[in-house]
């Protein structure tokens, strides 16, 4: 009988029977709830973490990231005002519509060169932070879930989804620089979380569209899962399990292990 959420997880990722099916509201390390749905949460119930008020199974605690020139805006010729940079230097624009995006600008769209994408600033993970949440999830019985990183998603958003898909087959030499560049980061963010004692690194690439993949098992052989391989195979060594979330599609199952 497993005495603790921690315990009762470490069970079943060891192949073992668990004393009860994990649960959680949130997805891996992303909150369950959007911001309408925290907010009525709030109203309804007068208590703020939804994983306390419902007593999930995991606890979460993710690093940041933060853009490593001085000023991202300056990747651009001109943005909309109110344009927000992330860690890669992508704009922004905020929609009308809470929760979503109406424009984004991407730092690589007009690099022609691979000189061009080793000059983009990598992020740079904040590692000096607070680490006593995780300390008290684990005093508490709780596994602790961390954002690990993407890579696909990252790539055509720096560069742009049709340009990205163009580089895949007439450029390879750009795509190949881009996911390179965009997996040292995630290792590095990996591997900093799991040192600061998260217990599973959740990783997200959603590559699917609801009839298939956005490209061709031969190119996600062929470019990304080298790439994931190698930032699997790194963290490995320093941490349990790690949670891969890659959608390929609902309609068509597509084997990517080979």
């Known amino acids: 009988m497993n005495s603790s959420s921690f315990d009762n997880l470490h069970c079943l990722l060891n192949g073992g029977n668990p004393s009860w099916v994990p649960f959680a509201l949130d997805v891996g390390a992303l909150p369950g709830f959007t911001e309408p749905i925290q907010r009525k949460f709030e109203l309804e119930t007068g208590a703020k973490n939804s994983a306390e008020y419902f007593d999930s199974d995991t606890r979460t605690f993710s690093l940041g990231s933060r853009f490593g020139g001085d000023n991202a805006a300056a990747l651009y ?5 109110d344009t927000t940079f992330d860690e890669w230097g992508i704009g922004h624009v905020p929609s009308t519509t809470e929760g979503s995006v109406g424009k984004t600008y991407s730092p690589l769209a007009e690099a022609r060169s691979v000189r061009d994408v080793e000059a983009l600033p990598s992020p740079i993970v904040e590692t000096n932070v607070d680490t006593s949440a995780i300390e008290n999830h684990h005093a508490n ?49 990996a591997i900093a979380s799991a040192r600061l004692g998260v217990d599973v690194l959740c990783m997200y690439d959603d590559a699917g569209t609801q009839r298939g993949m956005q490209i061709s098992p031969d190119l996600w052989r062929r470019f990304i899962k080298p790439a994931w391989r190698r930032i699997i195979e790194s963290v490995r060594r320093l941490t349990h399990k790690i949670d891969a979330n890659i959608p390929t599609g609902r309609r068509q199952p597509t084997p990517l292990s080979r």
């Not at 010729?77 to 005002?81: A, D, G, I, L, S």
């Not at 602790?144 to 720096?158: A, Q």
């Open 141 to 189: 019985g709780f596994p602790v879930f961390g954002y690990g990183g993407s890579l696909y998603e990252w790539s055509w958003w720096l560069r742009g989804m049709e340009n990205f898909m163009m580089d895949l087959l007439g450029a390879p030499e750009m795509a190949e620089a881009i996911v390179s560049k965009i997996a040292d980061h995630t290792t590095r963010l």
């Open 77 to 81: 010729r001109e943005v909309e005002p």
